[in-house]
């Protein structure tokens, strides 16, 4: 079967597009209703939450054949449904709830795409980042667009968008054409046994650092540069700098894996992750310092999820291969930017922004001690592999 590139292509397009205009401004729609920061954090962090169970119990399901494009398909529906209760809600419990039913259903969906994008791949890794930097697009021209609306009308319009966007999410997904999973040779291990290995659970646990580093960054950043007096269209162009530089990144890593492979790449990213939150903290009011922030996004996020995702593609072969990717979603976006999200939602009034961030650079230096001291590999290739 030919790879459907613009089928997938076109689903990380709207699910990031979501991300482009949900993770920026919901925040800020959130603050014109009254919310305190604590709320704020608490309500962003149910995405967080859901992903520590949500997509594990979705993968376990795929994994015993009830069929990847067809959980994706439910996922799309009951997200685009859910989200519409935002339009009649203001209260915080009801919220909540709403979120974790929006965040439950929505994070089904990419751990599944993910282990579908690399069936059709057949073995070919490098070619991952073509097909998702069509999510970068679609998070560029949300991000955008929507920083630009919201300076001329009111932040309720954001819901407006964020549905359209969700409604393209389950267009595509009743597209997406199922891939049988590329044969495994020889007995794959159980699940456990994979997890035995020291280099997988510091891998993840680095993961897990990471992501609780971006914590802050994708609940306040919008609110800490508006309260510097960045315009809603200014945040947006700083938050599309920083996905041009991860599109630039993506198509460059085949070439980088083989050059360098992932380990040294992994390296390479948490190191910039540790500058870059300490040039948000206290660098915000020189646009230098801001824009070099926001270029350093393609290591922290696009070179180091580009390699992290790669590594556990590898690790987990056959049919354990869902599971591995909603572990590393699990324990990564949901549990770290679980722990993220509400230590800064928690501390922000108090400690200020400064020293929220420089908490997210010390996450980041631990991600990279652990990649630097466990994740090491035995005679794994630099094209197909994670070291």
Request: with cysteine; aromatic share 16%; charged share 10%.
């Amino acid at each position: 079967m030919p790879l459907p590139y613009w089928r997938l292509s076109g689903y990380y397009f709207f699910y990031f597009a979501f991300v482009g205009a949900f993770s920026p401004y919901f925040g800020l729609y959130l603050q014109s209703l009254s919310f305190s920061a604590w709320d704020i954090g608490l309500l962003m962090s149910q995405m967080q939450l859901m992903r520590l169970v949500g997509p594990y119990a979705w993968g376990w399901l795929a994994d015993r054949g009830h069929g990847r494009v067809g959980i994706v398909r439910l996922a799309g529906g009951i997200s685009f449904l859910g989200f519409l209760a935002f339009f009649w809600l203001d209260r915080l419990e009801p919220m909540l709830a709403a979120m974790a039913i929006l965040a439950f259903f929505w994070s089904a969906a990419l751990p599944l795409v993910e282990t579908l994008t690399f069936d059709h791949l057949k073995g070919q890794p490098g070619r991952y980042g073509r097909i998702r930097l069509w999510g970068s697009v679609g998070f560029i021209i949300a991000v955008l667009g929507t920083g630009a609306l919201l300076d001329w009308v009111p932040e309720e319009a954001l819901l407006w968008v964020c549905a359209l966007i969700l409604a393209g999410i389950l267009l595509f997904s009743l597209l997406l054409p199922e891939a049988s999973p590329r044969p495994c040779p020889g007995v794959q291990p159980p699940v456990g046994r994979i997890l035995a290995q020291p280099r997988v659970r510091a891998l993840l646990a680095a993961c897990f650092a990471m992501s609780a580093a971006h914590g802050a960054y994708y609940i306040f950043y919008s609110i800490h540069l508006a309260a510097h007096g960045y315009s809603k269209s200014e945040v947006g162009l700083l938050w599309s700098l920083g996905v041009l530089a991860e599109i630039l990144i993506f198509l460059l890593m085949p070439r980088l894996t083989r050059w360098l492979g992932a380990r040294q790449i992994l390296l390479i990213s948490f190191a910039a992750a540790v500058l870059r939150f300490m040039l948000m903290g206290w660098g915000v009011d020189w646009l230098v310092l801001v824009l070099l922030g926001q270029v350093l996004h393609a290591l922290t996020f696009g070179s180091y999820h580009a390699a992290a995702i790669a590594a556990v593609n590898h690790w987990f072969p056959g049919n354990s291969q869902a599971r591995g990717q909603a572990l590393y979603s699990s324990m990564s976006f949901g549990a770290g930017g679980l722990l993220g999200g509400l230590i800064s939602g928690w501390i922000w009034d108090g400690a200020g922004a400064g020293w929220v961030f420089t908490l997210s650079a010390l996450f980041a230096l631990l991600g990279w001690w652990l990649v630097w001291r466990w994740v090491k590999g035995e005679g794994v290739s630099r094209e197909g592999g994670p070291v």
